[in-house]
């Protein structure tokens, strides 16, 4: 039988709708809504998309998202002044500066995303949040990995005592991921580009996250039968050759193809369907579930400062 779909997108519009009080209780008390500053340095495609969905949310639920363009010409200090005056500004809850930034100032990123107030850094990337998430009292916890989580838990997979296995070493997604399980009791291990024999320590999972950026690098051998596999993988295939190899001759994604000229495939091969007791879909399994805990992070912060939380 083949794997169950897990639908994020309808776990995400769940949060979403959960949100709506909190977002409308919170605008009623301060007499203004929860305020989330984006700043997007450039034109990058991809970021352009990324934000547009971000602020797509927000205005449905009631969120004012202020997306503050600057140039891709722009200085690092530039931005590290952009992320001050946002820090100090009491009209601001939530900071989100898109990443990634331009070729030109990417070495500063760790300066930029440790200069926003971790009160306000809802992508908890701030070495604050980060060190908090360790010690297991993190509020505001990186949105992709905090997704995940909510999901495994609407969805009723057992954490505790479960074998976990996380392919990607990533701060976005694969350490924290791995904190958040282990949080929750389950025995977890982190595979990476020097871990040998991958294959088979996946194969001994419960529950698999794919987190390593290589389109359908985990196969039916990576995964044990009934295993829940949860895909975060983006990747852009632009060979129609290879579409065909994935998904077959006459799947769907190969009209998608020839309409867009590429298709968006994840970290896991199709077939992986075959095996697994449960499984993500890329795209409508973690992509929406990100959006949504942004959204959460963001209601979380503005409650807090309005409570003189830190």
């Known amino acids: ?166 392919i990607g070493r990533s701060g976005i997604v694969g350490k924290p991921i791995a904190l958040l399980l282990l949080h929750r009791d389950a025995t977890v291990t982190i595979c990476h580009s020097k871990t040998p024999d991958v294959p088979r320590i996946a194969a001994s999972a419960d529950i698999l996250v794919a987190a390593i950026g290589r389109a359908a690098f985990v196969t039916p051998d990576f995964v044990k039968p009934g295993a829940v596999v949860v895909d975060v993988g983006i990747n852009r295939v632009t060979d129609a050759g290879a579409v065909g190899r994935l998904f077959g001759a006459q799947s769907p994604r190969l009209e998608e193809f020839g309409r867009r000229g590429a298709v968006i495939v994840g970290d896991v091969h199709p077939d992986v369907a075959d095996v697994a007791g449960a499984m993500t879909p890329v795209p409508g399994g973690v992509g929406p579930l990100t959006i949504a805990m942004l959204m959460k992070n963001t209601v979380t912060a503005a409650e807090r400062r309005w409570r003189g939380g830190t």
């Open 1 to 166: 039988m083949p794997a169950r779909v897990i639908d994020g997108a309808a776990i995400a519009r769940g949060i979403t709708e959960e949100l709506r009080v909190r977002v409308a209780r919170f605008a009623a008390a301060a007499g203004r809504p929860p305020t989330l500053g984006i700043v997007l340095v450039g034109e990058q495609p991809s970021s352009l998309i990324y934000v547009r969905n971000k602020n797509r949310t927000a205005d449905a639920l009631g969120i004012k998202a202020e997306v503050i363009r600057v140039p891709a010409s722009s200085s690092i200090d530039e931005v590290l002044g952009l992320v001050d005056r946002l820090n100090q500004s009491s009209a601001h809850d939530a900071i989100l500066v898109q990443a990634p930034l331009p070729d030109t100032i990417a070495a500063g990123t760790e300066r930029v995303f440790e200069r926003i107030d971790p009160a306000k850094d809802v992508d908890g990337f701030h070495p604050v949040n980060v060190g908090r998430l360790v010690q297991n009292r993190a509020t505001l916890v990186p949105c992709t990995p905090a997704g995940i989580i909510e999901m495994l838990e609407r969805e009723g997979v057992r954490m505790r005592g479960a074998r976990a296995v996380v």
